[in-house]
């Protein structure tokens, strides 16, 4: 009897054991192979905003892009929406793809240039990676801002799903004499090139205006 119980305590000990290992293997399979692509996407530190020779307003921003998935995404599309009570959302499609380089010579200072790489098309992230997707989002028409703060949302399509993805959402905080700059300096010349931007940082939970190179000018 003794023998018998023991046995099985054995058996049952070795299923067991057996169990987990399958549990595991599955488990590891799923994670390393199988696990569809998530991807993530996050808002940077800073903004560069202008206008283009139409007036459109432009928004340059690096985008933080990740996949915790264990396959390729795919990005179709990204867009930022400005949005406040009582006004029309401003909407901003990625139109472009951009390189920034330091173009100083050498000893001098750090010169950052920020130029046209090629217009925005599908961007796979591979599985467990991350990318850095340095893009130029276009309103379609000159929009209306005015002094104030705004909400500023990033949302982005995923090639294998019909919803868009979650997003990122700041606030942006514009004074009378940010958007003053915005107008007055920062639209570019009747050849498309543009020769400054209007530099916004996060800080204290809000996209706030960098006017000190324009000092003296306005």
């Known amino acids: 009897m003794y023998l018998q119980l023991g046995l099985q305590?054995?058996?049952?000990?070795?299923?067991?054991?057996?169990?987990?290992?399958?549990?595991?293997?599955?488990?590891?399979?799923w994670a390393g192979y199988l696990k569809k692509?998530?991807?993530?996407?996050?808002?940077?530190?800073?903004?560069?905003?202008?206008y283009s020779k139409d007036m459109q307003l432009i928004i340059i921003a690096e985008i933080a892009a990740s996949n915790v998935g264990a396959r390729p995404g795919v990005i179709t599309q990204m867009g930022l929406k400005?949005?406040?009570?009582g006004e029309e959302p401003i909407s901003l499609t990625w139109r472009e793809i951009l390189v920034t380089e330091n173009i100083a010579e050498k000893g001098q200072p750090r010169k950052v240039w920020t130029s046209f790489a090629g217009f925005s098309s599908p961007v796979v992230i591979p599985k467990y990676d991350a990318k850095q997707i340095n893009a130029g989002f276009w309103s379609?028409?000159?929009?209306?801002?005015?002094?104030?703060t705004y909400r500023l949302r990033l949302s982005a399509s995923q090639a294998d799903r019909?919803?868009?993805?979650?997003s990122d959402e700041r606030s942006i905080e514009f004074s009378q004499a940010a958007l003053d700059v915005l107008s007055k300096y920062t639209v570019a010349d009747q050849t498309g090139i543009r020769k400054t931007r209007l530099d916004m940082f996060f800080e204290d939970e809000t996209y706030k205006s960098d006017l000190s190179k324009f000092r003296g000018s306005q």
Do not use: M
């Open 140 to 148: 379609p028409e000159k929009p209306l801002l005015n002094p104030g």
């Open 82 to 85: 400005l949005t406040r009570e």
């Open 9 to 29: 305590a054995k058996d049952v000990i070795t299923a067991l054991i057996g169990l987990a290992a399958l549990i595991t293997s599955i488990t590891s399979l």
């Open 37 to 50: 692509a998530r991807l993530r996407f996050t808002l940077p530190g800073q903004l560069g905003l202008s």
């Open 162 to 166: 019909k919803k868009l993805l979650s």
